[in-house]
């Protein structure tokens, strides 16, 4: 067999190399989707209607109901009660929080429970409260067991065990939503499966083993992608449950919320599909935020953001989409809880109880979805329980997941801190956003 010359080899080389880079660009490029340039578009009449649905302040027996409008129970009057910040549609301040629970499988009721504490009721005999769930699911009292023989008696003490967990959840901005609506459950997997071998050859010599990679949460249709907990795969089903539980109004799809105790009448939905198409038109086409007024601290503290690793949760570019953030996977950011349990989330249920685990499925208490960070700037205070009033209080909350991201950020020199503080300065809510026609009404939710 002839052997090639140097010319010739090179030019095989030269082909391969081309080859695959051609495959390696079609991969890259086609393989989740070509980039989004354009976002979900309505009708601009459907978009206005929408509008005035979500401004509404919502009463029992509304006119603009078909069922029985407002509650039974409910959490404010109008979505832009809490949707408010940096414009109509934005993210909304702790007062307006409401409280979310699970109860774990407990003896004689192996189901796992999950739902919301409402503030308000229409009846007051309907009113929801923390004192009401732990009546319906009361702690499991400890005891005292016998084991072992005659001979060798063995007292084994239960700890009592409360089955329920509570947190507070923090509005947020929904800016964008149409556009994370369009980012294909292959882009969130694919990300996730290629987290060790990122295609940027900048982020292939820094090293991010120490960051555990994150769960996706899969639901009946789809990937998860909205709310802190990614429980909804689609804008559409969210924007049903928020209806049916922020103001109990029932839609095509959804029931309106029952309260805890009490009885529940009126099971017409409130909204029809003609009002739930054009409240979802307005929320789809609210505009997407985008970076302004960037400097070159800004400039400096995003290059920052990436080599700390601060990029490899908060992806940047995900499916199309530029600028979110986000790869919508679950993490931990808590220290790992002691093994008796912790304050926060109780102590697991005493193994002697023999209960079934939660549902694997389910996000643990303390798993939260790495949120979009576009927009970030006009959403304070951050975190699903608003617990950081500062973004740099956001930053050094960063522990268990991202720990080893957070300390490489405590180490940066303090002009190289402000600089990453100033890029996310620069993720302000959409410049485009609608005003509130009503200011007040974000004080109408106060409890
Ligand atoms: C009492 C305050 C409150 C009201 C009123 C309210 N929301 Fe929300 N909204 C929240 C909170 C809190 C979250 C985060 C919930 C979560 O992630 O579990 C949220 C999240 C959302 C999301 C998900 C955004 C994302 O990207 O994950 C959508 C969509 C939404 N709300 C739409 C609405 C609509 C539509 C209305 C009116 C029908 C409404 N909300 C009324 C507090 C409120
Ligand atoms: C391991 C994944 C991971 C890494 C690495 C990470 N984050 Fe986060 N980030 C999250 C998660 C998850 C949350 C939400 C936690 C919660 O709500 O309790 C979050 C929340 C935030 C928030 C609050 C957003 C809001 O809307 O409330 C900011 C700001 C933020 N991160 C910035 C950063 C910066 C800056 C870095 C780098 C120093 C970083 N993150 C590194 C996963 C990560």
């Known amino acids: 067999m002839r052997s090639l010359s140097l010319a010739g080899q090179r030019r095989l080389v030269y082909l391969a190399v081309l080859g695959f880079a051609t495959v390696g660009t079609y991969w890259g490029f086609f393989s989740d989707g070509l980039p989004i340039l354009r976002g979900p578009t309505a009708r601009a009449s459907e978009v206005a209607q929408g509008r005035e649905l979500f401004e509404h302040e919502w009463a029992p027996n509304d006119p603009l109901a078909h069922g029985d409008g ?6 404010a009057k109008s979505c832009a009660s809490c949707h408010f910040q940096g414009g109509l549609g934005g993210g909304g301040a702790n007062e307006h929080n409401a409280v979310s629970f699970e109860v774990f499988p407990r003896p004689g009721d192996l189901t796992f429970v999950t739902g919301n504490l409402h503030n308000f009721s229409t009846d007051p005999a309907s009113k929801e409260t923390e004192k009401k769930l732990r009546e319906l699911y009361p702690v499991v009292k400890g005891r005292t067991i016998q084991t072992g023989t005659q001979n060798c008696r063995m007292t084994t003490t239960i700890p009592d065990f409360d089955p329920v967990r509570t947190e507070s959840i923090q509005t947020t901005a929904l800016f964008g ?26 982020e292939m010599s820094l090293d991010f083993d120490n960051i555990p990679v994150g769960r996706v949460r899969r639901v009946a249709s789809g990937i998860g992608k909205f709310g802190w907990k990614a429980q909804f795969a689609t804008l559409e089903e969210f924007v049903a449950a928020a209806c049916a539980n922020e103001l109990g109004l ?75 953030f986000s790869d919508f996977l679950l993490y931990t950011l808590d220290d790992p809880p002691p093994p008796g349990g912790s304050a926060e989330y109780g102590a697991p249920p005493p193994p002697e109880l023999k209960l079934p685990d ?16 576009w927009g970030v700037a006009d959403s304070a205070p951050y975190l699903h329980d608003g617990s950081a009033a500062t973004l740099r209080d956001a930053i050094k909350k960063h522990r268990g997941d991202a720990k080893s991201v957070s300390e490489k950020y ?11 503080l100033a890029f996310l300065g620069t993720l302000k809510a959409p410049p485009d956003a609608p005003l509130l026609s009503n200011p007040g009404v974000t004080k109408l939710g106060r409890k």
């Open 358 to 373: 939660r549902p694997d499925s389910e996000p643990k208490p303390n798993e939260w979805k790495t949120p979009a960070l």
């Open 70 to 75: 407002l509650g039974p129970v409910f959490n």
């Open 177 to 202: 939503a149409g556009w994370i609506d369009l980012i294909s459950d292959r882009a969130i997997l694919r990300n996730e499966r290629n987290r060790g071998l990122r295609t940027a050859a900048k």
């Open 410 to 420: 405590k180490i940066l020199a303090p002009d190289d801190q402000a600089a990453v």
């Open 250 to 324: 029932g839609t095509p799809s959804t029931e309106q919320a029952k309260p805890l105790v009490g009885a529940t009448s009126g099971t017409t939905p409130d909204l029809d599909k003609k009002q739930f198409r054009s409240l979802m038109a307005f929320i789809k086409t609210l505009p997407k935020p985008i970076a302004v007024g960037g400097d070159a601290t800004a400039a400096h503290g995003k290059e920052l953001f990436t080599t700390i690793g601060c990029a490899v949760c908060h992806v940047p570019d995900i499916g199309g989409v530029k600028g979110v």
